[in-house]
């Protein structure tokens, strides 16, 4: 069964046809789901990774990056006699490392521990695909699978203006707040997979399709992707990228 991972620009309709993909393929729809099932990994709570989710660090951007921290994941093996309250020890997860139980780590260090985490639960979710059909949207799916067989990789764009004026259709939002949040988005998008792959994310090579929504419908496009995963081999993880991801995973 193939994996088939969804990047997209805001307002470019890759949500809506992941849904409909999903749909076609009798497929497991994951998006906001990743950030609960990391959440469930790791013990880090939801809302500490959804504060940082699908952007990079940037105390421009983000100001209270200089100063928001999260617990520092602690062994239990190693900090047996810590008795404090159960959600200052966290499993070791992350690259974050110290002795000192008290030490928190700013939320620059939280954000690659963040990206690696994510990686982590989409290769999970990704070796779940023998049992049918799996569509993932977002969080640099592209980036944490790689080239590996049975992957059907898509990046959905749309002209700028377009996807303003359907950002303000679906929010309310007037035109100058869906710009602002438009052109958040894009700069956000770029800062995570800058930072969690060293890749240009608006770069076609790293996909199988790139769909321009302004000239393809949702429907044409799930007919485009759901052929293509019928098409694919069953998923097989990257033995390169699996060798490179598991000694961080320790």
């Known amino acids: 069964m193939a994996v088939v991972t969804i990047a997209r620009q805001e307002g470019a309709w890759g949500e ?3 849904a409909k993909l999903a749909v076609r393929l009798s497929a497991q729809l994951v998006d906001q789901q990743l950030l609960d099932l990391a959440a469930a990994h790791s013990g880090v709570p939801v809302e500490v990774l959804a504060a940082m989710d699908e952007r990079g ?3 421009w951007r983000h100001p209270l990056d200089l100063w928001r921290t999260v617990p520092v994941p602690v062994p239990d093996a190693e900090h047996a006699e810590h008795h404090g309250p159960p959600e200052t020890r966290y499993p070791p997860t992350g690259p974050v490392a110290t002795h000192e139980l008290d030490v928190r780590p700013t939320a620059y260090w939280a954000a690659e521990h963040y990206q ?3 990686g982590e639960t989409i290769r999970t979710v990704a070796d779940k695909a023998s049992h049918g059909h799996v569509v993932i949207v977002g969080r640099g799916g592209q980036c944490a699978l790689g080239p590996a067989a049975g992957t059907v990789h898509a990046l959905f764009v749309a002209p700028f ?3 303003v004026d359907r950002v303000c259709q679906a929010t309310g939002a007037d035109p100058r707040s869906a710009a602002a949040q438009v052109k958040r988005s894009d700069r956000d998008r ?3 997979h800058r930072q ?6 608006l770069d076609a090579t790293l996909y199988d399709y790139v769909i321009n929504t302004e000239r393809v419908s949702a429907d044409l ?3 485009l992707l759901s052929a293509a995963a019928h ?3 069953p998923y097989q993880p990257d033995a390169a990228l699996m060798a490179v991801a598991a000694p961080a995973a320790h």
């Open 57 to 59: 660090r940037s105390l």
């Open 116 to 118: 690696q985490l994510l």
């Open 221 to 223: 496009a799930a007919d």
């Open 231 to 233: 098409a694919a081999p």
């Open 161 to 163: 203006d377009l996807r």
């Open 16 to 18: 809506e046809v992941a």
């Open 196 to 201: 969690a792959g060293d890749v240009n994310w």
């Open 190 to 192: 770029q800062a995570f």
